[in-house]
């Protein structure tokens, strides 16, 4: 009997440590993956996580823009030539207007497109002029209107 309950008290043992392990590996696992994800793919998920309505993506953006964060989202793909339309755009932007460009991959959430569409209308307000779309119209034009 009492060997019995010796073994019963290791496999006891046994257990709650292969538990501990498990729990242990798995939380390093997220950490580390969550770790290895780029700022954008992150902004994106948070984004796809908070934003449920089209009125709640302009207001973030709303939001954003008195806070002093001009930011928009585009989707990007995994083009070979990131040095033409729209990466050269994307990088005037970023340069030139101090806008935050994040991409956000193949992930596709038509609150994006809120939110862009009112973070523009923001950024057209404060520089007086649609200087945004222009800068799209002439890149896009020289891209493809060749």
């Known amino acids: 009997m009492a060997d019995r309950s010796i073994k019963q008290g290791y496999l006891a043992i046994l257990a709650v ?43 973030k953006a709303r939001s ?12 990007s793909w995994f083009d070979e030539d990131t040095t033409q339309f729209p990466y050269n755009f994307y990088k005037q932007i970023e340069e030139n207007y101090k806008v935050e460009v994040i991409l956000t991959g193949d992930v596709f959430n038509s609150y ?14 404060k520089y007086r002029d649609q200087k945004l779309k222009k800068l799209y119209e002439k890149l896009h ?3 493809y209107r060749k």
């Open 17 to 59: 440590t292969i538990l501990l392990l498990l729990f242990t590996f798995t939380l390093a696992f997220i950490l580390i993956v969550d770790a290895s994800y780029s700022y954008d793919w992150k902004e994106a998920r948070n984004f796809n996580l908070t934003i449920k309505s089209c009125g709640e993506a302009e207001a």
């Open 141 to 143: 034009g020289q891209k």
């Open 64 to 75: 954003d823009f008195e806070k002093g964060m001009h930011r928009l989202y585009f989707s």
């Open 112 to 125: 994006f497109h809120c939110y862009n569409y009112k973070m523009d209308s923001l950024l057209s307000e």
